[in-house]
T-cell receptor
Framework: AQTVTQSQPEMSVQEAETVTLSCTYD???????LFWYKQPPSRQMILVIRQEAYKQQNATENRFSVNFQKAAKSFSLKISDSQLGDAAMYFCAYRSGNNNDMRFGAGTRLTVKP | NAGVTQTPKFQVLKTGQSMTLQCAQDMNHEYMSWYRQDPGMGLRLIHYSVGAGITDQGEVPNGYNVSRSTTEDFPLRLLSAAPSQTSVYFC?????????????FGPGTRLTVL
C-alpha cells in the first residue's frame, strides 16, 4: 500500500520569511496525484495546492509552490512571505489514479512568529 | 451552496451504543468518503462511495457501516461503539473518482466513546 511520510512534526517560521515543509511517498504506480491540505484550528480541511504526477512543471498557487521530485518520490511545499494566517496543520496526501485509495501523512504543525 | 455538511458536531457515546453520523453534499458529487483523524496519524479512509448504491471499504472499515441511497447523503453508522472509535470524523466529496479532483471536506464530528 502507498504510504505518505511527513518527517517534520513541527515547524516554525518568522512572519514574511519562507518555509519548506517536507513530504515523501512510496508507490509503485505511475498515475497519481499529490495534494497539500491546510487544517487551521477551526478543523476545516482546505486544499492548498495539487500536483499531477504526469506533469513535470511544479504547481504554484500565489505564495505556495511545490518542489515535485518524481524519481525521489518527494513533494515539498514552499510557503513564501509567510503570514500569521498560514499557521495551521499541513497534510500531504496521495491519491491513486487507478483506484480509490487516498493516503495522508501525519501532518506538520506550522507556527508563524510575528 | 452549503457544500459538505455534517451533523452532529460533537457526540459522546457510551461503549456499546449505536449512532449514525450524517453527511450531505449539495454539489451533485459522484464520490463521497469518510475519514477518521487521530493524533499523529493524519486522516485514514474508512469507507467510500462512487455513486448511489455503490460503497466500498477503505483502509480502516472495521466497526463502521455505510450506505448511499441518494447522491446527496452518505451516513456513517457505528453499530456498537468502542473507545477505540474516539476520533474526529470527516466526510468528503469530489466530482469524480477519476482524476485529481479536489475533495471538499465537511467541518468534522468529534466523537468520544466512554
Amino acid at each position: 500500500a502507498q504510504t505518505v511520510t511527513q518527517s517534520q512534526p513541527e515547524m516554525s517560521v518568522q512572519e514574511a520569511e519562507t518555509v519548506t515543509l517536507s513530504c515523501t511517498y512510496d508507490t509503485s504506480e505511475s498515475d497519481y496525484y499529490l495534494f497539500w491540505y491546510k487544517q487551521p484550528p477551526s478543523r476545516q480541511m482546505i486544499l492548498v495546492i495539487r500536483q499531477e504526477a504526469y506533469k513535470q512543471q511544479n504547481a504554484t498557487e500565489n505564495r505556495f509552490s511545490v518542489n515535485f521530485q518524481k524519481a525521489a518520490k518527494s513533494f515539498s511545499l514552499k510557503i513564501s512571505d509567510s503570514q500569521l494566517g498560514d499557521a495551521a496543520m499541513y497534510f500531504c496526501a496521495y491519491r491513486s489514479g487507478n483506484n480509490n485509495d487516498m493516503r495522508f501523512g501525519a501532518g506538520t504543525r506550522l507556527t508563524v512568529k510575528p | 451552496n452549503a457544500g459538505v455538511t455534517q451533523t452532529p458536531k460533537f457526540q459522546v457515546l457510551k461503549t456499546g451504543q449505536s449512532m449514525t453520523l450524517q453527511c450531505a453534499q449539495d454539489m451533485n458529487h459522484e464520490y463521497m468518503s469518510w475519514y477518521r483523524q487521530d493524533p499523529g496519524m493524519g486522516l485514514r479512509l474508512i469507507h467510500y462511495s462512487v455513486g448511489a448504491g455503490i460503497t466500498d471499504q477503505g483502509e480502516v472499515p472495521n466497526g463502521y457501516n455505510v450506505s448511499r441511497s441518494t447522491t446527496e447523503d452518505f451516513p456513517l453508522r457505528l453499530l456498537s461503539a468502542a473507545p477505540s472509535q474516539t476520533s474526529v470524523y470527516f466526510c468528503a466529496s469530489s466530482y469524480s473518482v477519476a482524476g485529481g479532483y479536489e475533495q471538499f471536506f465537511g467541518p468534522g464530528t468529534r466523537l468520544t466513546v466512554l
